[in-house]
């Protein structure tokens, strides 16, 4: 087993080496700041830099969109489980979301017009 682990690796790490040595590299390529599919040269700059707010408000949506995949599961644990143990794992799970909530409206993370 041990002799398969360090074969493998040896050959992963063989060509990861001879990869690099023979890639081509290419510092400037002609085709990268130019328009996708467009054929028209642009006016200005053909890549629009990205609202890291929007990636920041997308990433809450998704950590919230998560939590509430699983927190609708808790109702059909109730009846299988002990309910006050389901209740406070349930209770404390939802105050944790609600403190992460104010404390993304506390640093203002949720405020569109800035």
Not at 58 to 85: G, H, K, Q, R, W
Not at 87 to 104: D, K, M, Q
Request: aromatic share 14%; net charge neutral.
């Amino acid at each position: 087993m041990l002799t398969i682990l360090i074969i493998s690796l040896g050959l992963s790490v063989i060509l990861i080496l001879v990869n690099s040595l023979i890639a081509k590299k290419s510092f400037f390529d002609r085709e990268k700041p130019s328009p996708f599919e467009c054929g028209f040269d642009p006016k200005s700059s053909s890549r629009v830099p990205f609202s890291l707010r929007f990636y920041l408000i997308a990433l809450i949506f998704l950590i919230f969109d998560v939590e509430i995949t699983l927190i609708l599961p808790i109702p059909i644990f109730m009846n299988s489980m002990n309910a006050t143990l389901m209740s406070t794992v349930a209770s404390f799970f939802i105050f944790i979301l609600i403190a992460g909530l104010f404390h993304e409206w506390n640093e203002g993370a949720l405020q569109w017009d800035r």
